[in-house]
């Protein structure tokens, strides 16, 4: 999003100063004077007091004015700034003073871009922020800078591009939560002497090149892998090292070694038409040749007896 539409979308959310602001006290001192007028006019027949009823009244019309909770009205008497008026009723002398701006002293939201901007290890991002501030000093917001939503949204752009620019992509993607904070506390700085305080900055998107994406995928999918690799590494040595300590126990325990032969037979003829591969130093080693020929023997009637009709 660009700044100018941020501009936009922020200053829709303020009053404006030369937008009419009818309220009920000056229509009733427009109608007050009107009627006595009128009044005056059929009483005498002539049209000098109707006239004169209807032009008192639209002077005293601009006198009452109404100023909402949150706003605060800077009135300036004959040009030089007299104070500030609000929340509620308060007067005013028609033509005498005029109110310069009606300043909100709620939260205001802006957002605001930074697009195309080289980081610390020259790499183009766009970034998308939201800002939170508010105006705690009506006074330095009206007289000490022209425009000041416009001021803070240009502070805000400006700030987030210098922060980019003296970061890298991967303390820009990875510490998000210390670059809204830095953040937050240059704005602040500029903004203070205005009369607005920042209260938060929200970092929404961080947007890089496609082609720097895909290499960062490949890169991640590597790594994994890498990992991957050594945990199965790692395991095949702590297998070997179980297998050692094993061999030691059968070595020094014959019955063992043969227990676990029977066991291992054992396992592989449970599945019928199974095939064991015994190698012929273990047949010697361990005097298997009488235990396979009995398991030969029982497969072969098994696999027989599954041959013969019912």
């Known amino acids: 999003m660009s700044s100018n539409t941020s501009l936009v979308q922020t200053r ?7 937008t009419p602001r009818v309220n ?13 007028g009128v009044l005056i006019t059929i009483a005498t027949k002539l049209p000098f007091g109707a006239i004169a009823g209807v032009l008192l009244g ?12 949150w706003e605060r009205a800077v009135v300036l008497r004959l040009g030089k700034y007299v104070g500030l008026r609000g929340p509620g009723l308060f007067w005013i002398i028609p033509f005498v003073d005029s109110i310069s701006a009606w300043v909100d002293q709620r939260v205001i939201t802006t957002s605001f871009a ?8 020259t790499v183009p991002v766009n970034v998308d922020a939201v800002l939170f501030w508010m105006v705690y000093d009506p006074e330095k917001a009206a007289l000490e800078v022209q425009n000041y939503p416009q001021a803070v949204s240009w502070a805000a752009q400006t700030a987030l591009r210098d922060i980019i620019g003296r970061t890298s992509l991967t303390d820009l993607l990875r510490g998000r939560e210390r670059i809204e904070e830095e953040l937050q506390k240059l704005i602040d700085e500029r903004s203070n002497p205005w009369g607005v305080t920042v209260q938060s900055v929200e970092m929404r998107d961080v947007i890089i090149p496609t082609a720097l994406q895909d290499a960062m995928s490949r890169e991640a999918q590597a790594a ?47 599945e019928k038409g199974a095939l064991m591969l015994v190698p012929s ?14 398991a030969a023997l029982r497969q072969q009637t098994l696999t027989g007896s599954e041959e013969k009709p019912e």
């Open 114 to 121: 930074a697009e195309e901007t080289l980081t610390s290890d």
């Open 58 to 69: 639209l002077i005293l019309a601009q006198a009452p004015r109404i100023a909402r909770q």
């Open 224 to 270: 994994r892998e890498k990992q991957a690799r050594i945990i199965l590494g790692q395991a095949e040595v702590e297998i070997a090292h179980s297998f050692e300590i094993a061999a030691r126990s059968y070595r020094d325990n014959p019955t063992a070694l043969h227990l676990r032969a029977m066991n291992m037979l054992y396992e592989g003829l449970k």
């Open 12 to 18: 829709s959310n303020l009053p404006s100063t030369n």
């Open 24 to 36: 009920v006290i000056s229509a009733a001192v427009l109608l007050i004077p009107t009627i006595i």
């Open 281 to 294: 130093s273990a047949v010697e080693s361990m005097g298997m040749g009488g235990l396979l020929g009995a």
